[in-house]
């Protein structure tokens, strides 16, 4: 069956959203608090190590209501029972999205215990040095050759988990830029290195390239032979890993109902087993498990996700805020924007919906954010006093891994700051000076979490991608392909061979070929 494809523009909440918002857009918020002093206790979901807190929004009773109302209009349960059961709602790709299947502990299907099961043997070998290299020295460094989904990730979780790291180094290699390559290929030694190819296609240019570089730089060293040994991939085209060289046995498979940008959870989090054991990596899946149960049985009003979802669609389509922050406040989740940027930006950057008709309202918010509190001291100014209004989400630790209590209050103390100062302003005092007044009145979302660990980790991933689908669904588009990509890589191939044979002239585009022959430094 396919997905309701609903306009949200035309239920009846959100013509009464329009009206509710009339009401609302001007209101100065600071003052709900005074008049209803159970509002923080209202306005929260606590769930499991998660404490929620969105009382600092510019919403009432009413605003809440009216958003659960276009969530049941938009018939959003139908939607999430739909993708949990495997129907096919990637449908312009003719696909299920299933990255839940992944970490379903109920019901796991067997070709995912298996994947898990290979995972498990090859990264404790790696780990524990029982895999020798061609020289018959164990492995030190393991490098992931990957991009989007199959690089952001990985990465994002290993730096995340870096304090349950073992003494493996990680690295990535994802840019096409031949200057990084060689960079990480000067560090490494290639007796001791592990590639791991990860490409879900296996025709990705960018991959296939590096990895096809890095397989010649190991063969000035080792020979044909010695591949296997350094070489694994990653991949749902076998056929496309085996004719780059690799063994069959050597390929950890991957399924098409996996977006690459939903995939850390599935083989392409192999790196992720190497760098912190696959006890962890599986207590990340189980995390996710356990947020996907929530969003799955929770009653809407009391379920993070579709809250989160529903208060980001208040602020871009009523209020028409063009973007959201995330500020972590925690060095190790120094990844998790661009990994959410790729998540969120590739899935709802879409303007045609789910009828194939064009959209007329606005779609994709764009992410962008970093950690504090360094965050504070470069584009919070912005946040603070600019003409722009940027719902933030701000995510902080109750306990620090290392103990260090000092530091971590006063982290923890700018973190708790910041929220107030947005909201609250200088609202209730007199400022006489307008470059020291402060309006106050912009909202965040509090995600305070326990500690992180890698259960958290997998919670906390879980949530964003379940956020993302309701507001696909709401929007009514199809979050889960992403051809908007695919142009800029066909172009590419005829701008490549234009390069190589020098012939800007074959190029369609006057204002292209103006650059190539400056780049070939020929004259027009
Ligand atoms: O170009 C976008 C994209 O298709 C992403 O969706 C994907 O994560 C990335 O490229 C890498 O794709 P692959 O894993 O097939 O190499």
């Not at 991933?461 to 992403?482: C, M, P, R, T």
Request: net charge neutral.
């Amino acid at each position: 069956m396919s997905l309701p494809a609903i306009n949200p523009t035309k239920t009846e909440a959100w013509k009464m959203l329009e009206k509710h918002f009339q009401e609302m857009k001007e209101q100065q918020m600071q003052d709900v608090f005074s008049e209803d002093p159970n509002r923080a206790e209202r306005f929260k979901i606590e769930w499991q190590d998660f404490y929620v807190d969105y009382s600092n929004n510019r919403i009432t009773e009413k605003t809440i209501s009216l958003l659960l109302k276009l969530a049941e209009e938009v018939k959003l349960k139908e939607a999430i029972a739909q993708q949990f059961s495997g129907e096919k709602i990637n449908e312009t790709e003719n696909r299920a999205v299933l990255h839940t299947a992944l970490r379903d502990y109920d019901n796991m299907k067997p070709e995912v215990k298996s994947t898990l099961q290979k995972m498990k043997l090859f990264s404790e070998k790696i780990i524990s040095g029982s895999h020798k290299g061609f020289t018959g020295k164990v492995i030190t460094d393991v490098v992931n050759i990957g991009i989007g989904g199959s690089h952001l990730g990985p990465e994002m979780v290993t730096e995340a988990l870096q304090f349950y790291k073992n003494h493996l180094k990680i690295q990535f290699i994802a840019n096409i830029d031949g200057d990084d390559v060689t960079e990480k290929l000067n560090k490494l030694n290639p007796e001791t290195t592990l590639f791991v190819v990860v490409s879900k296609s296996f025709t990705t240019q960018e991959t296939i390239a590096n990895a096809s570089f890095v397989r010649s730089w190991f063969l000035k060293r080792g020979t044909q032979n010695d591949i296997q040994k350094h070489f694994v991939a990653v991949s749902a085209n076998g056929n496309g890993a085996k004719e780059f060289g690799i063994s069959e046995h050597n390929i950890y498979p991957m399924q098409d109902w996996v977006g690459g940008r939903f995939s850390l959870w599935s083989s392409v989090g192999l790196s992720i087993c190497c760098a912190v054991g696959f006890n962890n990596f599986e207590a990340m899946l189980k995390g996710a498990f356990e947020m996907d149960n929530h969003f799955k049985k929770e009653d809407f009003e009391n379920n993070i996700p579709v809250v989160l979802a529903l208060l980001s669609i208040w602020y871009n389509n009523f209020f028409k805020a063009e973007s959201e922050a995330v500020v972590a406040y925690s060095q190790y989740l120094n990844k998790l924007v661009p990994y959410l940027q790729q998540a969120v930006m590739e899935s709802n950057g879409k303007s045609v919906d789910r009828n194939g008709e064009k959209i007329d309202y606005q779609t994709g918010t764009i992410v962008w954010g970093n950690v504090g509190s360094n965050s504070q001291h470069a584009y919070f100014q912005l946040l603070h006093q600019g003409t722009k209004l940027i719902p933030t989400d701000f995510i902080g630790f109750r306990e620090s891994l290392h103990g260090n209590i000092e530091n971590h209050n006063i982290l923890m103390a700018n973190f708790f700051a910041q929220t107030e100062a947005l909201w609250e302003g200088t609202h209730n005092k007199k400022v006489e000076d307008p470059f020291k007044n402060f309006e106050g009145n912009k909202p965040t979302n509090t995600i305070l979490i326990k500690k992180l660990t890698p259960k958290n980790l997998g919670s906390l991933i879980a949530l964003y991608e379940h956020k993302l689908f309701v507001q696909g669904i709401i929007w009514n588009i199809f979050s889960y392909d992403q051809w908007g990509v695919e142009l800029g890589k066909t172009i590419a191939k005829s701008t490549l061979a234009a390069i190589e044979k020098r012939e800007p002239s074959a190029i369609v585009s006057a204002s292209t070929q103006k650059l190539l022959d400056k780049f070939l430094g020929m004259k027009s």
